[in-house]
């Protein structure tokens, strides 16, 4: 009995000893600094849900699932429908890669590949200086160049060309999703650009050389060799220049019309969350139409959610099958 105390005692105070070792070497308080840090994420993010779903009561109680459905925005008759401004963030985001992931990642390729590396730096730097142009200042240049352009040129031009399509049907007002899409492409671009652009830059150069020693062309060699091995950095940034389309206020709300209603055309006004909640909270008088504009918020974020755990589902498969290939 006494050799088993003995033990137990020798044991507790060499695990105290290592304690106090890895104390003195900072490593206890650097796991205990950056498990707080990593702990306080995760309690920010739940108290935002908390408190959206805690404020959006009154609307979820008055509506339940039919507000996701619903296409009347009436705050006079208190009835709320979030439909058209789902619609309109997703399509206008959608617009936004669309346009800016070929312009983007031939950039990309430009920069990395073929650009001479101080023309590179230069170009990238100023790219890397887009992104932090704050939102009202390209909703302006929405407002005066591109709204004026669209209307009077953009879309009758895609009228003519592409009218018998539904989608570019209807008034030309300058204003509306498609506008909205470009400004949003613009926007996204260079986040695209510059993490594209990193994730090619890290591709090892044996791996160039390699194929190029094989007679690969350099175009073959960008396509077949880069490319792929770079693909969980340029789907990365897609996916973070999707985050920021979906959450963007003050742009989308100059240049999309505000229109509360799903039209088939890109060229109509429309609407989005973010738009919706700038717009109306400041002016919302009763309870149901602040609890109703929250509750755009929690599908906002719910959107959000959705979309980024897709995106890193996405990544996982492509990992796996790559890590599968010989």
């Not at 050799?3 to 105290?16: D, F, K, N, W």
């Not at 979030?82 to 031939?106: D, E, Q, R």
């Not at 990309?108 to 704050?134: N, Q, R």
């Not at 505000?258 to 060229?267: G, K, R, T």
Request: net charge neutral.
């Amino acid at each position: 009995m006494a050799t088993l105390v003995a033990t137990a005692r020798s044991h507790a105070t060499g695990r105290v000893s290592g304690f106090v070792r890895r104390l003195r070497s900072g490593d206890a308080i650097a796991h205990t600094i950056t498990l707080v840090f990593g702990c306080g994420i995760l309690v920010i993010t739940a108290l935002l849900v908390i408190e959206l779903f805690h404020s959006s009561a009154a609307a979820r109680h008055k509506f339940g699932w039919s507000f996701l459905t619903g296409s009347t925005w009436d705050p006079v008759a208190g009835d709320f429908g979030a439909l058209p401004f789902i619609f309109g963030t997703v399509v206008t985001s959608a617009l936004a890669l669309l346009i800016s992931l070929p312009l983007s990642l031939g950039a990309a390729v430009f920069l990395s590949e073929l650009a001479p590396p101080k023309t590179s730096d230069a170009l990238a730097f100023l790219i890397e200086l887009l992104a932090a142009v704050p939102s009202v200042i390209y909703g302006l240049l929405g407002v005066f160049i591109l709204v004026p352009f669209m209307r009077e040129i953009g879309d009758p031009a895609l009228r003519g060309a592409l009218g018998f399509l539904p989608f570019f049907q209807g008034q030309s007002y300058g204003v509306g999703v498609l506008t909205a899409g470009l400004v949003l492409a613009i926007m996204v671009a260079p986040y695209i650009v510059s993490v594209s652009r990193e994730a090619l830059l890290t591709v090892p150069r044996e791996q160039r050389e390699g194929a190029l020693a094989l007679g690969a062309t350099r175009w073959e060699c960008t396509w077949q060799v880069v490319l792929p091995f770079a693909r969980l950095g340029i789907i990365g940034s897609v996916f973070l220049a999707l985050a920021r389309a979906l959450g963007e206020t003050m742009a989308v709300t100059m240049v999309i019309g505000n229109d509360p209603a799903i039209h088939a055309s890109l060229l109509a006004p429309g609407y989005s969350i973010a738009a919706v909640i700038a717009n109306e909270f400041t002016e919302a008088t009763s309870s149901l139409h602040v609890s109703a504009l929250v509750e755009l918020g929690l599908v906002l974020f719910g959107v959000t959610i959705l979309i980024n755990g897709i995106a890193r589902l996405l990544i996982l498969a492509t990992a796996r099958r790559g890590g599968a290939r010989p």
